[in-house]
């Protein structure tokens, strides 16, 4: 595989080195998001990552439009720089061809039911921690496989549902509202990539891989935060506030002339600041908003105010005015400006490969960059490639062909 960039490619968020996670090798047999999220934050990073999928193929692939080549772009988010096969592991062919990508392996992740694996014989206890006992085996599912709720199916809306993440989102007029971005199966993504870093490491002593489960359910509760240190120590049960932060005042979002600004004041002297910079120092030595326990109490007076001292204001020059002050605030922008702002493009945060464009990854190292090295792939793109890789012949694969072991096309 070829790693390197030509020089006109670099500085568009393109990896310039072999990575850190070089020599590492993923076999991934996830789908949807949490899984495939993960193990391209693996890949960015120079891991081999082999995406398994199966023969209907990961069913991101249709969740468009909009497409490219008939793939969606949600698939295409979060599955760049692998490399895919399609196998069939319900056949005993399929099984076979797996064990032996699996020799050399350092990661297997998986997001099947739980009980599927050990149902294909290919559970880590029963067969797989004896046959590569360096293998680290990460599972993620919905609520893990034991419990009230083990086994169940996980998607990250009925998850934010349940682990009170929706609650705390919106406010009093909305209700509960769906984080606008899947944040549950993000968030397991990333809790999962620090796992089998964190696996890794701990290998490099101890020589022996280990079993990772994550639980999307589990993920989502740990997000919690500060709700649930909140309700801990004061026993009230958390409510969504919208924008307001539930502890901070001011930290809300005001209408500008120009467009909306996001202030967030976290203590005495930066709300002292803002209030001289939009000429209204009187209010820093009001009684009801000396101090942050004071401004929460008088929160609508306080909001009130700056709402009309901002209302006239370019919320663009006064967002930065504030925040080279020292006042966090920021404008609020859609999408389309966010991607295409001038600090995004200094930060190489919109990557750019062939037809391929996409977020960057946010990880920067000073030698072992990480970035796109090759665009997300096609159904079964790699697997000749893959299994010649792993010593099969041309007359082995034709087989597997033949067989329906490696399918070519999608199966409807």
């Known amino acids: 595989m070829d790693d390197s960039t030509t020089p006109n490619q670099a500085g568009r968020g393109l990896a310039k080195t072999a990575g850190a996670l070089a020599g590492i090798k993923v076999l991934d047999l996830t789908r949807v998001l949490g899984g495939p999220y993960c193990t391209m934050i693996l890949s960015d990073h120079g891991a081999d990552v082999i995406k398994v999928e199966p023969p209907q193929g990961d069913e991101v692939r249709d969740w468009g439009p909009p497409f490219h080549d008939n793939d969606a772009s ?105 984080l606008g971005t899947a944040m549950v199966d993000m ?105 942050n326990g004071e401004r929460n109490i008088n929160r609508v007076a306080l909001t009130l105010a700056l709402a009309a001292a901002f209302a006239e204001q370019d919320g663009y020059e006064l967002a930065l005015r504030l925040i080279r002050a020292g006042v966090p605030a920021g404008p609020v922008l859609p999408v389309d400006e966010a ?13 750019e490969l062939d037809w391929y464009k996409g977020i960057a990854t946010p990880i920067k190292f000073s030698r072992t960059t990480g970035g796109t090295r090759r665009p997300p792939p096609r159904f079964n793109q790699h697997g000749g490639e893959v299994l010649a890789q792993h010593g099969y ?17 999608r199966r409807t």
């Not at 692998?82 to 350092?106: E, W």
């Not at 599912?141 to 083990?150: A, D, M, N, Q, R």
């Not at 696996?199 to 589990?218: F, I, K, N, T």
């Not at 012949?393 to 096309?409: I, K, M, N």
């Open 187 to 291: 968030g397991t993504g990333l809790y999962a990539a620090i796992g089998i870093l964190m696996a890794l490491h701990e290998r490099g002593r101890s020589g022996q891989g280990q079993y990772l489960d994550m639980a999307l359910y589990d993920c989502g509760m740990a997000l919690l935060h500060p709700q649930a240190a909140n309700y801990f120590l004061n026993g009230k049960r958390p409510t969504g506030t919208g924008n307001p932060h539930p502890n901070l005042v001011p930290y809300d979002k005001y209408p500008t002339r120009s467009c909306e600004i996001f202030i967030a004041s976290g203590n005495n002297g930066q709300f002292r600041k803002l209030c001289e910079l939009i000429g209204r120092a009187d209010m820093a030595d009001d009684p009801r908003f000396a101090n």
């Open 74 to 178: 949600y698939f295409i988010g979060v599955n760049r720089n692998k490399r895919s096969i399609a196998l069939d592991l319900g056949q005993p062919q399929g099984k076979a061809v797996l064990l032996r990508l699996l020799r050399d392996a350092d990661v297997l992740i998986e997001n099947f039911k739980p009980g599927s694996m050990e149902k294909w014989g290919l559970g880590y206890e029963e067969v797989l921690s004896e046959q590569f006992p360096g293998l680290i085996h990460c599972r993620v599912s919905g609520f893990g496989g034991e419990g009230p709720l083990g086994g169940l199916p996980g998607y990250d809306a009925i998850l934010q549902a349940m682990t009170g993440l929706m609650s705390v989102n919106g406010d009093a007029h909305t209700g509960p509202m769906r």
């Open 393 to 409: 012949s041309d007359s082995e694969v034709d087989a597997l062909r033949q067989a329906g072991v490696l399918p070519d096309q």
């Open 339 to 351: 991607t295409a702002a001038p600090h995004t493009a200094h930060r190489e945060m919109v990557t």
